[in-house]
């Protein structure tokens, strides 16, 4: 697209249609203005079939307020709506919608609390709520769901990994296999949730990080090809990368030509004052080779080298790795727990699609309506108890036992301080037999966790840095059972809510429900 073009499609239009169609119908109906709040959450974690995620990575939001503080609807985006017509060649929007919108189609009416990026999130929970003029908070929908929903699914899936790979460097290789502009918003949400790196340059320009990759086989194929070997290839590389020589040693024999390869040029290296980073490893069994090259380069004097993995890995083949090591390794001679330790990954396709479960069912829906000064609830209802809503104006908790272990996030009307009482009551969402009670004495702390961003518009808050998000998500997993973060069937985490919030949800089920068998 050419820039006119981009700024047309991700601009203010950036939104579904219907969205706009009910921004009209709520201008005529004298409704466009009255103050609303949606809510932000998603029903269910990941499941990626063989295995399913216990946890999520908040992701998104600092995107999405730039894009809102970036974008009004411009001229040529109402011209373009006013030329737009029905089968019956009437218009379908009208010029007094078109006049409201030329003068109030932005964000600067919009209040937005949530929960901060890096954090630990459960379904059910709001992680945005937003609160303002009824037209504009529903065309904000579509944006906010592309915005925070792959994001928080990508920094999900990068946590997962990270855990599996043990903490171990992680680099973001995705931009070759991700969807056109995806690319960025993946390779942030990967850096969030679990990534140190990613091959990325240009966003790593955009958050100030030092973007990290390897060589290229094109290298070793071309120096070949013209009549060179792969120990030239190598030697070429590391003669202009000196200070950061880390060999992709699978072209051509990866045990046989590209780790001894490798070694002839480390001694090189290290006999001019230079340190080695370590081989990459992209086919093959991985947990064999990586045994049989430790074994290379330890005898050569290089047991604290990188070795690093690549090729379609995500949580499951990177715990199925460290396993077969852990039982081979010793077998060989080989330190299994320092050659975990050495271990690096560059993690592509399967994190940057979220392989196995390709969107995060996040989804925003109305709950409160304000009226004369005060909030009236709004609930809609399913055959499926799990998704009725949660109505009215609400605020969530973290409780931590004395463990310092989450134990719970409940959530509760606005005016509700659980801190304040002596016993928590806590209603399962949706299964009326379900609930459970907390004493005082087994809380060791309960946390707030929305936060204002932006209040009529205006940012109210100190965004935080990568850094700082990935401090939120260290010490957040650390206060997670182990159970919840089990790769496979993991611990259900409770989501609860308060006895007001059941006992107003119950009031609006049972009225709405009389309501339909009158009419």
């Not at 974690?45 to 295995?51: A, E, K, M, N, T």
């Not at 932005?106 to 929970?125: K, L, Q």
């Not at 060999?247 to 390869?261: K, Q, Y």
């Not at 700082?468 to 609860?496: A, F, I």
Request: net charge positive.
């Amino acid at each position: 697209m050419k820039p006119q073009q981009k700024k047309l499609a991700e601009g203010s239009l950036f939104t579904d249609f219907y969205q706009l169609t009910m921004a009209q119908l709520y201008l005529r109906n004298k409704l466009a203005e009255k103050t609303v709040q949606f809510d932000y959450f998603f029903r269910n974690y990941p499941d990626y079939d063989s295995h399913q995620a216990g946890y999520c990575i908040n992701a998104g939001m600092q995107w999405l307020l730039d894009w809102m503080q970036d974008n009004r609807f411009t001229k040529k985006d109402i011209d373009f709506l006013r030329q737009l017509s029905t089968p019956a060649g009437n218009r379908i929007f009208y010029d007094d919608f078109l006049g409201w919108l030329a003068k109030n189609g932005n964000f600067d009416a919009i209040t937005i609390t949530a929960i901060p990026e890096g954090r630990v999130v459960h379904p059910g929970v709001p992680l945005a709520i937003v609160r303002g003029p009824f037209a504009m908070a529903q065309i904000l929908e579509s944006a906010l769901l592309n915005h925070l929903n792959y994001q928080t699914l990508i920094a999900t899936r990068a946590a997962r990994i990270r855990e599996a790979g043990r903490g171990g460097l992680m680099i973001e290789f995705g931009m070759r296999r991700a969807q056109a502009d995806g690319a960025n918003a993946g390779a942030r949400a990967a850096l969030i949730g679990g990534a140190d790196f990613t091959s990325n340059t240009g966003l790593s320009a955009v958050l100030n990080l030092p973007p990290k990759g390897t060589h290229a086989h094109s290298m070793v194929q071309a120096f070949i090809a013209l009549g060179m070997t792969e120990l030239d290839a190598f030697q070429a590389y590391a003669d202009l990368y000196p200070d950061s020589c880390l060999l992709v040693v699978d072209t051509i024999d990866t045990l046989n030509s590209g780790v001894p390869n490798a070694v002839k040029v480390f001694e090189k290296l290290r006999k001019k004052g230079h340190k080695p980073l370590g081989i990459r490893l992209d086919s093959g069994d991985l947990a064999y080779l990586a045994i049989q090259s430790a074994k290379m380069l330890n005898e050569a004097g290089f047991d604290d080298t990188i070795i690093f993995l690549s090729n379609q890995l995500d949580e499951m083949v990177i715990w199925q790795i460290i396993t077969q090591i852990q039982k081979q390794a010793p077998i060989d001679g080989i330190d299994a727990d320092h050659l975990i330790k050495r271990l690096g990954y560059g993690v592509g396709t399967r994190l940057i699609t979220s392989a196995g479960n390709a969107a995060l069912d996040g989804i925003y829906k109305l709950t409160a309506v304000r009226n004369q000064n005060k909030w009236l609830p709004a609930i809609k209802l399913s055959e499926t108890p799990a998704k009725i809503l949660n109505p009215g104006y609400k605020n969530a908790w973290r409780i931590y036992d004395n463990r310092q272990k989450a134990t719970a996030d409940l959530i509760t009307l606005g005016e509700e301080d659980p801190r304040r009482l002596d016993v928590l009551n806590l209603h399962h969402p949706s299964e009326p037999q379900t609930s459970r009670t907390l004493d005082k004495s087994e809380i060791s702390q309960i946390e707030p966790l929305l936060v204002d961003f932006i209040k009529e518009g205006k940012l109210v808050c100190d965004l935080p840095s990568i850094d700082q998000m990935r401090k939120l998500r260290d010490t957040d997993l650390e206060h997670l059972n182990s159970g919840v973060k089990r790769l496979v069937n993991p611990h259900r985490y409770h989501v609860s809510v308060s006895n007001k919030l059941w006992n107003l949800k119950q009031r609006l089920i049972n009225s709405r429900k009389k309501g339909v068998q009158k009419g």
